[in-house]
């Protein structure tokens, strides 16, 4: 379970309670988004930079078996709180190939002459390979094109010093006010939710078409897939089947042959949701589960979901018992109930306004797992029925 900043019973509170590195959910083509913001560095004699580097590396143990991302907010490193060469050297080597391997981009956010010049003395150790790597990305509107920008967790010492030296419209000064445009196309009136408008559109079918074709298609090929999941696909192969899905057009996910072109279309269209699959409403509600005990959780997270709208609830059984048959070949797949909520827990649930902080990630994780791993306790009766009794 990642290290939260408000538990002061952490071992790694005294780094964690900074704020300096954040979970930010996946970006648009299903890979982790990990955040490290130069501004929540406090002055260096207030701060044990090895014990940072030991935490950065606790934190990134939860995600690099999966593909994932680095984003390197630069702005507000100062010389009063600015690591010294020696241990940026350091910290590089202890980043064995374990941590490279499936690091797909790092941005390097808002770039001086500091970062170029640490480059250039870096560069006879750092691989061609991992070059590739970087991207220096000078506004923030840049990143719109490869990450999910409206969860990213963007400091506001960062928005403020753009409000400073950038003109307004240049920069997007609150995140959250940037709702994501809907998936596959669909346009919704005030009055609809997502789910009902696909209903409609989809000829009354209960299941979107996205999450029935791409769910059949797993549990056909994919199930004994190892680290299903938790890998990424081409870009251009993603943009192309999400224009088909727009066009209304059929997909044949065999022409691609690659099991993980559905897995990422799966989570890319619950993530787009204008509205989370959980919706907004049950936000509060799992973050209050670590409050729950133990003993009582799967009860508690029974009561929750029961109190969806009847499609919200019919789609996430749907899924959801899906995701539990994937678990039942976990000596093939490697997928727990647990790696499988550290992938869909921030797709299924998130704040109405802002990002997902590196602390509410355990909640979401907890939750989502319970729904995962006690699917039958939490979605069917004793008798085989729905445990709904009502219509929400």
Known sequence: VPITADDPSNPFYDVARHGIIQVSGDDLFGRKQIVFSSCRLPPSHQLDHR???????????????????????????????KPSLKW????????????????????????????????NIFKPLISRKFGKK???????????????????????????????????????PCISECPPPPPCGFSLSADQTFLVSIRERSGGALIPPVMAQ??????????????????????????DVQKLYNL????????????????????????EL??????????????????????????RCKQV????????????????????????????????????????????????HGSISLSALTPINIFTEILIEHFPAVFVSKHGLETRTRPG
């Open 134 to 172: 970087l991207k220096y990305v000078n506004y923030l509107d840049e990143l719109r094109e490869h990450l999910n920008y409206e969860q990213l967790f963007i400091p506001a010492d960062v928005l403020r010093w753009l409000l400073r030296f950038l003109p307004r419209s240049l920069e997007s």
């Open 214 to 239: 791409t769910i059949d298609y797993l549990k056909l090929k994919g199930l004994r897939t190892e680290g299903i999941f938790r890998r990424s696909v081409q870009v251009q192969i993603i943009k």
């Open 305 to 352: 979901v029961e109190g969806l709208p009847e499609h919200n609830f019919t789609v996430l059984k749907f899924l959801l018992g899906f995701l539990h048959t994937v678990t039942q070949e976990i000596i093939f797949n490697k997928m727990s109930a647990s790696n499988l909520a550290c992938v869909f827990g921030v797709n299924l649930v998130w704040p109405r």
């Open 51 to 81: 014990r940072l580097l030991q935490f950065l590396k606790l934190t990134l143990d939860h995600y690099v078996e999966m593909d994932y991302i680095l984003v390197y907010f630069h702005c507000g490193l100062r010389s009063s709180n």
């Open 88 to 119: 940026l050297r350091e910290a590089y080597g202890e980043f064995d190939r374990k941590y490279k391997k499936n690091l797909k981009a790092l941005y390097v956010v808002h770039p001086t002459n500091f970062i170029r010049i640490v480059w």
């Open 248 to 271: 209304g057009k059929p997909v044949d996910f065999d022409v691609y042959q690659n099991v993980h072109v559905p897995a990422v279309i799966l989570k890319s269209f619950l993530r």
């Open 274 to 299: 204008p509205e989370p699959l959980l919706t907004f409403r049950v936000y509060n509600q799992v973050q209050e589960i670590l409050g729950v005990e133990s003993s009582l959780r799967v009860s």
